[in-house]
């Protein structure tokens, strides 16, 4: 990160100063430097000596956000360090600072408080289904990602209802169908992440207020910490915030300064509820002490780029009267092109030939993000970047291989290993009950993953257990098949299933496991002689994925071993309660290396909803076949374009106000000296020789396009072959 100097409008952000029970509101247009404002404000608050390191709180709502700002906090101290502390001790003091995404801090506290949850994933909805009865949809047809959405859905009103009237016995079968599977649900510590949210809030809430427990809770707990420590929550990207986030928020910050920054024209989480609610309801916290600041300037987009993007919005205002100390970069002389398609093809295509262009003329890979509004359509696109062999990496929320529902069910099963072992040598009633409700869940999702083990079935087994007060994997470990009900059909399946795992669990086998490689073959060998469908692949491709999957969770599972604490002994214990940060720590690492590795990197592919708060010198919008059909959002269409420093395509986009699109024959790229010489200054890559540089990068792309057939279709396009375009290009 680079120490710029900082604008007077950033400044007075900066040294605004602090008072408790305060709200100060900061609106900060995209590119006008917010995450370096957020990081200047949170050093002068602890360098001019108003605050300690941990009274600070940032609070974002990406995992991505949250590592951004991790990621600079330090190199922000590091290049002010006024008072010269040595590097080991201002590592130690940037450390002290609280930075978690809402959903990881409510996480903290509930499990500070209750111990390992599960927050529910696709296979826990499709194994919460199996326990429904055959006419709970009256004969609607829904796939499984309807009847989830519908059960997600059903579950919701219920609770809503229930808190309206807590006495609320409603007689419809519905109901009582449902408040089983919340039972289940929340003896079994299975939440939600909305659940999530208000269970923290709970937990906040039953902590008095500072001066009246002072000595009583230890200085360790962080619920409490939460509480009296923190003085000042600064959030990130407050326009992202929907109305179930409110309520931890609120507690979190009332009778402290809250620092909010955000821009409500990038508000494009309206799926999930408004968010001038949650605005509204936060302006209320502190009415009477609350103030409004502007960051205007815009260091990012070229101003043609941020002059097409201001058209978009329909409530902009040209020209800003009111800041004189506007920053903005010179125009690059190249406005957004625009193209429109009518093969879907073509698209691609163009893609292709574009990007060699860009790295022919001093671009790099890992310069440039295509984005969509679909994931369905990013995965077209990387096909496509794969058969010409240019590298790529997708930017999701969630890693992978933690979306594969055959990784989660090699999870589950190895929560069910752990979780019924600690619950047969638990050793009082109620940490067995808890053991018992936690592994009944994972049984239930494992087991109705399994051909042929029917709803009506695990529903009768289920039943059976909870008759007996004893676990379902006790039940059909250790009861004998011929006592079960004999509404249970394939008994032998379900045998099956036990006498694979039995080994595992039957003297704390899984816990003695702890070289991840044996204990990953243990499982998939048990999961080989299951029936279970998934792992019957169909296509090569298929099972090529899956092999990239288990190899990411085995990278993991080493990365793990490597860093468990001797405070957790049991390895599969900690992997199962880290493997997501894991993921996250072993991901970021990887971005670092290849930044520091001199090469051209890669392609980034996002969603545009994935993409926010982040920025790319070329940005492609890509909008797929006919641009998806309906025309794209306002704000999401915003969003998309103002992600761009200096280039920006608009691919079969739909628009009113977008503009007509530009001629072909017109390419902004080859042989247009000037526009790369602005790129490279901006980039700050300069060239001892730029013009003999330029002319040598008009023969590669030459040379390249003519042996690809870049630009003009050939029989070579359909066929698709694999391509090593890349290596021309390196
Ligand atoms: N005072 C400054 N001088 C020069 N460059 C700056 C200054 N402040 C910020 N920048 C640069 O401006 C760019 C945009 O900043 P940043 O990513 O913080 O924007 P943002 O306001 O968070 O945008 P968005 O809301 O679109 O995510 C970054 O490359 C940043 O380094």
């Known amino acids: 990160m680079e120490n710029y100097k900082l604008t007077p409008s950033q400044w007075k952000v900066i040294d605004f100063p602090y008072n408790a029970s305060s709200t100060l509101k900061i609106i900060a247009g995209p590119g006008s430097g917010k995450t370096l404002t957020l990081l200047h404000k949170i050093h002068y608050l602890i360098q001019s000596g108003q605050l300690r390191p941990n009274e600070v709180l940032v609070l974002s709502l990406t995992n991505k956000a949250v590592d951004n700002i991790i990621d600079n906090l330090l190199s922000i101290f590091e290049l002010n360090n006024v008072e010269e502390h040595p590097p080991a001790i201002l590592k130690e003091l940037v450390e002290q600072i609280g930075v978690y995404t809402i959903h990881g801090l409510a996480n903290r506290v509930v499990v500070e408080n209750e111990g390992l949850i599960t927050i529910i994933e696709e296979n826990g909805w499709r194994g919460l289904l199996k326990l429904l009865p055959t006419d709970f949809w009256q004969n609607r047809r829904l796939n499984s990602n309807g009847l989830t959405r519908e059960l997600q859905a059903a579950l919701n009103e219920f609770k809503s209802k229930n808190a309206i009237s807590k006495n609320n016995k409603s007689t419809k079968k519905q109901d009582e169908v449902i408040e089983k599977l919340v039972t289940i649900m929340n003896n079994g510590k299975v939440l939600t992440n909305d659940d999530l949210i208000l269970r923290a809030t709970e937990y906040l809430s039953r902590i008095a207020t500072p001066s009246t427990i002072e000595n009583e809770i230890s200085e360790e707990s962080f619920t409490q910490a939460l509480k009296s420590k923190y003085k000042v929550i600064l959030i990130d990207e407050y326009q992202d915030l929907y109305p179930s986030l409110l309520p931890i928020i609120q507690k979190v910050s009332s009778e402290k300064q809250l620092i909010m920054f955000g821009d409500t024209n990038q508000s494009i989480y309206g799926f999930l509820g408004d968010n001038s609610e949650v605005i509204t309801a936060l302006d209320k916290l502190h009415l009477t002490n609350s103030q409004t600041l502007h960051l205007y300037d815009n260091f990012r987009c070229t101003p043609e780029i941020i002059n097409s993007a201001n058209r978009i919005l329909s409530n902009h205002h040209q020209g800003h009267s009111t800041a004189e100390d506007l920053v903005l970069k010179k125009p690059s002389g190249v406005a957004p092109q625009i193209h429109e398609f009518v093969d879907p093809l073509d698209e691609l295509e163009f893609l292709v030939d574009n990007i060699t262009q860009s790295v022919c003329s001093s671009a790099k890979f890992s310069d440039i993000a295509i984005l969509s509004r679909t994931n369905k359509h990013i995965q077209t696109i990387s096909e496509h970047l794969t058969s010409y062999g240019i590298p790529f990496e997708k930017l999701t929320v969630q890693p992978d291989w933690l979306s594969d529902t055959r990784i989660q069910f090699i999870i589950d099963l190895l929560k069910v290993a752990l979780l019924s072992f600690k619950g047969e040598h638990a050793e009082d009633r109620m940490e067995k009950l808890e053991y018992k409700w936690q592994s009944d869940f994972n049984v239930i999702v494992t087991l109705s993953a399994i051909k042929g083990i029917g709803n009506k079935s695990i529903q009768m087994l289920y039943s059976a257990c909870n008759a007996r007060k004893c676990s379902l994997w006790e039940y059909i470990s250790c009861v004998s098949k011929e006592e079960w009900p004999s509404t249970v059909s394939n008994k032998k399946k379900v045998e099956n299933y036990t006498s694979l795992l039995k080994p595992l669990i039957k003297d704390g086998k899984i816990c003695d496991l702890d070289e991840p490689s044996i204990l990953l073959k243990e499982i998939v060998s048990i999961i080989n002689d299951l029936d279970y469908d998934p792992l019957k692949f169909q296509t090569t491709k298929d099972m090529e994925i899956f092999k990239k999957n288990l190899g990411e969770m085995f990278k993991i599972m080493k990365l793990s071993k490597s860093n468990q604490p001797q405070d957790h002994p049991i390895f599969v214990e900690w992997f199962l309660e880290t493997y997501f940060d894991q993921s996250l720590i072993f991901h970021r690492a990887k971005l670092e290396s290849e930044l520091d590795d001199g090469s051209l990197g890669s392609v980034k592919l996002s969603t545009i909803h994935s993409s926010k708060g982040l920025e790319f010198p070329i940005v492609y919008l890509a909008g797929g076949p006919m641009g998806l059909s309906y025309p794209i959002e306002d704000k999401s269409l915003y969003v998309g374009m103002t992600r761009a420093r200096n280039l920006l395509y608009l691919l079969n986009t739909k628009h009113g106000r977008l503009g007509e699109p530009t001629n072909k024959s017109m390419s902004p790229l080859l042989n247009n000296e000037p ?14 020789n730029p013009s ?22 050939t029989f070579m396009t359909y066929l698709r072959p694999t391509f090593k375009l890349c290596k021309y290009l390196l």
């Open 675 to 688: 526009f790369w010489n602005y790129y490279n200054l901006d980039m700050k890559r300069i060239h001892a």
């Open 692 to 713: 003999r540089l330029f002319n040598s990068n008009i023969i590669r792309y030459n040379k390249i396009g003519g042996k690809f057939g870049l630009g003009k279709r």
